[in-house]
């Protein structure tokens, strides 16, 4: 299995460009997560899906950011407009069952808004 | 105060010594996980566990669910264990809380 897969790597964008991340979970995964890592913060969830649906969304810090999971195989997270203090790197994890077997995370996302 | 309290926050050790590092929670949980962060960013999952011991290779983790404490030890402690340590639990939800972490280096 490839594990959890994230895309892009690194991205470097613009204050106020809309930003795109994207994650495909382990197959038969049925919940997925997205955090933020920052050095001040450490890592915040920010929100989470089981079976595609959105179960707790609070840890989204406001409406600039969305996410979606339209099937079991890939969810975005978008933030639109960007600012400086988004820079971060976005972790994407999956696992099953609920209680975290086979938690495994994604490489991550580092994003700079410039 | 955090939910979650590792201990310490940073670590300095010379290859082969032992090493351990405790997680203090103070919810009730159903799972705790260690999690292993390297420079350059991945996070692993070492070790899920809900009670007792669990072992692999030269890393050991253990829980006491009474007294609210995990640790997890290296053994024969390597220069390639030298990473953040994550303690994070699980507390009635599916969402798992994290401590700050342990910066682990360990020099030859």
């Known amino acids: 299995d490839a594990g959890v897969i994230q895309s892009p790597r690194h991205e470097v964008t613009e204050m106020g460009q809309e930003v795109t991340l994207r994650c495909k979970p382990i197959s038969g995964h049925d919940y997925l997560f997205w955090y933020r890592q920052t050095m001040m913060r450490g890592l915040e969830l920010l929100i989470y899906f089981n079976n595609n649906v959105p179960i707790d969304d609070s840890g989204m810090p406001e409406d600039r950011f969305s996410a979606k999971m339209p099937n079991a195989s890939f969810s975005t997270l978008k933030i639109q407009p960007s600012e400086p203090r988004d820079s971060a790197v976005y972790f994407c994890?999956?696992?099953?069952?609920?209680?975290?077997?086979?938690?495994?995370f994604g490489s991550g996302t580092r994003l700079t808004v410039v | 105060k955090n939910e979650v309290e590792q201990s310490p926050q940073n670590l300095t050790a010379q290859e082969g010594e032992f090493i351990t590092i405790n997680c203090s929670y103070s919810?009730?949980?159903?799972?705790l996980h260690w999690l292993q962060q390297h420079p350059g960013g991945g996070i692993v999952s070492l070790f899920m566990?809900?009670?007792g011991k669990k072992k692999h290779g030269r890393l050991i983790a253990t829980i006491n669910i009474q007294e609210k404490h995990s640790s997890l030890h290296i053994t024969a402690s390597h220069p390639r264990d030298s990473a953040v340590y994550i303690c994070?639990?699980?507390?009635?939800?599916?969402?798992?809380?994290f401590g700050t972490g342990t910066r682990l280096q360990v020099f030859p």
């Open positions: 994890a999956s696992s099953f069952l609920g209680g975290g077997y086979g938690y495994t």
């Open positions: 994070a639990v699980y507390h009635n939800t599916d969402k798992l809380i």
């Open positions: 919810v009730g949980i159903s799972a």
């Open positions: 566990l809900s009670s």
